[in-house]
């Protein structure tokens, strides 16, 4: 089935620095999602992406979707300690399929 | 307020004992989903529901059974609970498949003895 490859698997970064974390596939994706998990959490979506090449911000999140729709990044500029948390991808596949399927996450942690 | 709930949060149990984890949601959504989440392998979805009485496999269904009998449910049973089911549950719904947000409950954390 559909694979979704996430890295780095940890990141680590004393605050104020930047992260970046991306989501592949050896497939196109169809939309992308992303979430964001505080450590005892559960999962918070974040934004989703649909177009070829689609780029949106909140804050200080920029949210890429590549131009072959293989692959996706999150990046965070200036890093704060509310950052903290585990970062997924999630493909939701298209035609008869409904799934769902998740990257297994970037767990980035900032020392203040 | 709009939520998902899951009940109950955290549970101990033996292998064998069969358990129903419920999840309800107050937002008239139509898909609802239930995912395990595992040190080191991410969420995986167990199975999902476009709607009342249509649910399907997602990828780890094994030892699982799902029912949609109204759309504000959607429970997950363990018929046989074995020591590999211990995970940490999430259920989660959204308006429609390919709507967007989904709206994860806060999990159930299940142990299996």
């Known amino acids: 089935g559909q694979q979704v490859m996430q890295i780095p698997q940890y990141q680590h970064v004393q605050e104020g620095e930047d992260f970046t974390t991306y989501c592949n596939s050896s497939t196109t994706l169809s939309n992308i999602q992303w979430y964001k998990q505080r450590p005892g959490g559960h999962p918070v979506f974040l934004i989703q992406?649909?177009?070829?090449?689609e780029v949106k911000k909140q804050k200080r999140l920029t949210f890429q979707f590549g131009e072959a729709k293989k692959n996706s990044s999150l990046h965070i500029t200036a890093t704060q300690t509310t950052d903290v948390g585990t970062y997924f991808c999630a493909d939701q596949s298209g035609g008869s399929n409904y799934k769902l399927t998740f990257g297994k996450g970037t767990l980035l942690t900032v020392n203040p | 307020e709009a939520q998902v709930t899951q009940n109950p949060r955290y549970l101990i149990t033996v292998t064998g004992k069969k358990l129903t984890v419920t999840c309800s949601q107050n937002m008239n959504h139509e898909y609802m989903s239930w995912y395990r989440q595992d040190p080191g392998l991410g969420l995986r979805q167990i199975y999902y529901s476009m709607n009342v009485e249509v649910t399907d496999k997602g990828d780890v269904p094994e030892g699982y059974k799902v029912s949609r009998k109204e759309k504000r449910n959607f429970p997950l049973i363990l018929e046989s609970p074995s020591p590999n089911q211990t995970s940490l549950y999430f259920c989660?719904?959204?308006?429609?498949w390919g709507a967007g947000e989904q709206f994860f409950g806060p999990g159930t954390r299940l142990t299996v003895l």
């Open positions: 992406l649909v177009k070829s090449g």
């Open positions: 989660a719904s959204s308006f429609l």
